[in-house]
Nanobody
Framework: QVQLVESGGGLVQVGGSLRLSCAAS????????MGWFRQAPGKERGFVAA????????YYAESVKGRFTISRDNEKNTWYLQMNSLKPEDTAVYYC????????????????????WGQGAQVTVSS
């Protein structure tokens, strides 16, 4: 059984930093991608970042470029989202996700492309 377990969410002030972690168990995703999405109240779940096994294909949403960094530790089967210069609009529940295949039907931005999901971690940025 595949499980993705997130950790690292919390409350932070504007301009602060947080790091989210997602630990996978039950399988590795050596051919696929790992990613992060977020969902604010009343909004749809939106793409944040994605990375492949070799870390040579990395994608970011425009809204987080230059502030967030996605990375992974293959030995630990864990990936991370380092979030710096946080803004109130970054407040959301953050979900990690994993895709088994290395190719996309439509693209990495679409939540339905991912096969497994974490339980979500609340990130709140206070002003």
């Amino acid at each position: 059984q595949v499980q993705l377990v997130e950790s690292g969410g919390g409350l932070v002030q504007v301009g602060g930093s947080l790091r989210l972690s997602c630990a996978a168990s039950g399988r590795t995703f050596s051919s696929g991608f790992m990613g992060w999405f977020r969902q604010a109240p009343g909004k749809e779940r939106g793409f944040v970042a994605a990375i492949n096994w070799g870390a040579d294909r990395i994608y970011y949403a425009e809204s987080v470029k230059g502030r967030f960094t996605i990375s992974r530790d293959n030995e630990k089967n864990t990936w991370y989202l380092q979030m710096n210069s946080l803004k109130p609009e970054d407040t959301a529940v953050y979900y990690c996700a994993a895709r088994q295949r290395s190719y996309w039907s439509r693209g990495y931005r679409y939540a339905y492309e991912y096969d497994y999901w974490g339980q979500g971690a609340q990130v709140t940025v206070s002003s």
